[in-house]
């Protein structure tokens, strides 16, 4: 299996000597092309810096990333914006859909942006549109669209440049239990059908279960690591809760 | 508390207020600058006609600061409103936190009010120092001389810019209280989200609009070029309005369609922003088209001022030299009906009243102007050459060509210095400074050239029109006059006699005209005890000193109103983008994130900004430069004009001022996107 993401002892430093908050300290993985991996932990453990680390939106204070062989820690800034656009694909909690597009503008924005020739663009956007069951909603402005409508054109604006690695911060937080299932079985579907590499930051073990793998994160650094393998969704979600109990927080959010 | 509040609000959203506030001290500034032209010219030593002028242009400028004061309380309230409705989510969490409407208001207003005071005192202090430097531009306009530099505060204009501002305040506050009771927290808390949606949802609709709005325009234009400026009748109300109606539609449609017409081309929607920066125009749509389409009127008004303003000052003192030959010059006029005796000598009769010509006359010339039979049909072979100004008049071509004696030429111009003219006994020439008509007459000598004067063939003595001045007058009024040769005179009709006359060097007018005066006093002449042998005179230092007010009055009153509407109008179009900023900041720091390179997100916004400021100047340009050709027709009546000197100093204008409001504007916007994102 072909390695897209290599993170190796990543840190990152906020503060100065006399008051050093470590937010993110020694971490070191790999992701698979094709894999659905989760990164689980409570508020203030280091997940989203983690991410921004990883998407290029923050740097980090020392360490390596490679994402498709590329060290995105020694890219300048418009080298990073041309790495950004066409290496990865971001899915937001609040969805950030521009207001004034409709959803197939939206959509077609991401491929405005890395300059695709218009032809192929409507080819390309009705093919996600269909691949993610918003066809019916691609006139209607974003807030003519339910929550679930929402991340789900924001999941296609993600995935149509046909991005390395999408990036996905807490992608059901803002969305009730079915708009969050029908979410997820789009990713697994994106997952199978276009073997899309998803990395998703939650602290919902719900949503988590539907990785692949996911690692846990305590204080920055690397907790537990949890693999799926052959067991069902059920049994793989009782692991994560007893994971997340061992962790000690979000009790809450047993099903 | 909120006092503190408001002070806090007013310094954090400084940015959105600088424009704002910039605007407002310099419409302080020249409101107060223009209305204390009366006290700047203590310092001047001013003639009796200057000072008239003077009081003139401050009493004009006076009616006219009422108007302005209307266009700048438009721009304040409007500005208030904008800025009321971009804080619409703070003012909404005020009221979730539970604040009343009425203390809400009352922060606003104390907001208002410190803006307020402090642009009128920033706009006073700079617009006392700007009006020193207004008073040596005045003094150079009248040609005088300074007695000395002196510092000059006019208190009637201080007051008169504090009240005419409190009040416009006092309106703003009116306004603002009314908007905020109006306000309802969901819709506060919502705002900014939804897109407003064009009424007209059809293509076919919005090309249809465009035609008709291009059918305005277009009747719009023919209607004022064959009607002219001069005549205010139904064709040029009309013309106006169709005008107003056309710029309308233009927007309403063009921003429905171009939007469609760039979606139909795919590969122009979805080339670079393109499809982000139209979305973004698109969705403040009716908003934007009615402000268009007013700012668009606004700047061809400015255009409109500026430059024929400008034009019309120049042509009058241009001409100025050339139509005043003689130091002072008297006319009288037989009419049909009177009963008055036949003057033949004017000087003679002058004298015999006792005036002491030759006390004060170095040399004098009198010009007898008879009736001829010929009329101005004679003289017209080519109709599509005569300007418009006269061939509107219908009338015009039965009206009588009048002759003059060529001795009697010749001595006007032999008084000027200038060659005189020789005739043989069957030959005339003619005569004519309106520069328009020239052409017409010099078709007529090169084509024909034949006349019959009183059953004499006379055939022209040159193929062009002699272009002298043979009297001193306020503009180059002779259409045409004959040259003929003295023995055809006889036993014309006199029609018109003019004294010409120089001064003895040294002598002053002043004492000559008094004298005038005394001897042809009003009673006097009432009661037919004395007879005047003049119905008017002109001298040159009167046409000097009128002329110099006149444009002084002219270009003043251009550039006053044209600065107002232009800062007014830019303003406007600055504080809609700058407020639209903090929602389009979001917007284009999500295009960040999504890859989008900084140069690509700085070229949408500078597009975007670009659109909202030369989209509406764009159109103004055309209609003004149909305004300013109908324009100029009427000011070419006065002498020559300087069409591109004119062009240059609005065009200059407009890219200091226009240009200026665009780059604040462009980057405000872009320093708010950045820090939004940081």
Known sequence: ?255 | MFFKLALKNVTKSIKDYTVYFLTMTFGVCLFYMFNSIDSQTTMMQLSAVQSDSIKMLSQTIAYVSVFISVILGFLIVYANQFLIKRRKKELGIYMTLGMEKGKISRIVILETFLIGVFSLAVGLLVGIFAAQGLSVLTAKMFEVNLKAFQFTFSLQAFYKTLLYFSIIFLIVMIFNTVSISKLKLIDLLTAGKKNESLKIKRLWISVILFLVSVACLGTAYYLIIQNGMLMINSQFTTSIILGCIGTLLFFLSLSGFLLRVVQSNKRLYFKNMNMFILRQINSKINTTFVSMSVICIMLLITIGTLSTGMGLSSALTKGVKDNTPYDISFGYVYHEDDTRKQIKDLAQKMMDDKIDLNRYAKEYTQVTAYTSNITFGDLITDASLLPQSISSMSEIKKYAVTAIPLSEYNNALKMQGQPTLTLKENEFSVNCNFAQMQPVINSFLSNNGKLNLNGKALVSAEKTVQGSTYQTSMTAQDTVALIVPDALTKGLVRDQEILNMNYKVGVNEQEFVQQLQTVYNKEAINSEQIFRPYDWYYTKIKIYEQSTGLKTMVSYLAIYIGLVFLITSAAVLALQQLSEASDNAERYGLLKKLGAEESMVNHALFSQIAIYFFLPLSLAIIHSIVGIKVANNVVSLLGGLDILGNTIFTAAIFLVIYGGYFLATYFGSKSMIRQNRN
């Open chain 1, 1 to 255: 299996m072909q390695t897209i993401l290599t993170v190796s002892n990543i840190e990152k430093y906020y503060g100065n000597k006399g008051n050093m908050t470590k937010a993110v300290d020694n971490i070191s993985f790999e992701v698979d092309k094709g894999e659905f991996i989760g990164i689980m932990g409570a508020s203030g453990s280091g997940k989203t810096t983690l991410l921004n680390c990883i998407s290029t939106i923050d740097s980090a204070t020392a360490g390596h990333i490679f994402i498709d062989g590329m060290d995105i820690t020694q890219l300048n800034s418009k080298k990073l914006s041309k790495f950004r656009r066409e290496q990865l694909g971001f899915i937001f909690q609040d969805f950030n859909l521009l207001d004034t597009l409709t959803a197939y503008e939206n959509i077609a924005l991401a491929l405005t942006i890395i300059k695709t020739p218009a032809g192929e663009i409507d080819v390309r956007v009705r093919h996600v549109a269909k691949e993610l069951e918003i066809e019916d909603v691609l006139k209607k402005y974003p807030y003519q669209m339910s929550g679930g409508q929402k991340q789900r054109v924001a999941c296609a604006r993600a995935i149509v440049t046909g991005p390395a690695l999408i990036l996905a911060d807490e992608p059901t937080g803002a969305l009730d239990s079915k708009s969050s299932r029908m979410l997820l079985e789009s990713f697994e579907k994106l997952n199978n059908n276009l073997s899309a590499t998803i990395l998703m930051v939650t602290h919902d073990a719900f949503t988590a279960s539907y990785c692949h793998r996911i690692l846990f994160i305590k204080d920055g650094k690397v907790f537990n690591e949890l693999v799926r393998g052959e067991d069902t969704r059920k049994q793989f979600f009782n692991k994560i809760i007893e994971v997340v109990t061992l962790l000690g927080g979000d009790n809450s959010n047993v099903l």
